[in-house]
């Protein structure tokens, strides 16, 4: 979960020329760290609650809610997991 510790982090650092909102920052690194993450060999369930995770974050931050976003964040790391734990994501 050392990962989940520097989403967070990330989203804290100074915002450059273009305001940013902040949820949405958290969103854009939800989605890098998952782009980066992906493996090959992911089960067909383990594919299936990752994109069920990652297209429901959208409307998530439109909501605008930083405990969902959160929640949906640490789904989203139960799957990527090794082996990925996906009884705690759909949990979520």
Do not use: W, Y
Not at 36 to 46: E, F, Q, T, V
């Amino acid at each position: 979960m050392a990962n989940k510790a520097s989403l967070r982090a990330r989203t804290d650092l100074p915002q450059n020329d273009i305001d940013v909102d902040p949820h949405s920052r958290f969103v854009s690194e939800v989605f890098t760290d998952a782009r980066a993450r992906l493996k090959g060999g992911m089960s067909d369930d383990a594919q299936a609650e990752l994109a069920q995770a990652l297209a429901l974050l959208p409307d998530i931050e439109q909501l605008g809610d930083a405990a969902l976003l959160e929640a949906a964040a640490i789904a989203i790391e139960a799957v990527l997991c090794d082996p990925p734990n996906l009884t705690l994501a759909r949990d979520i």
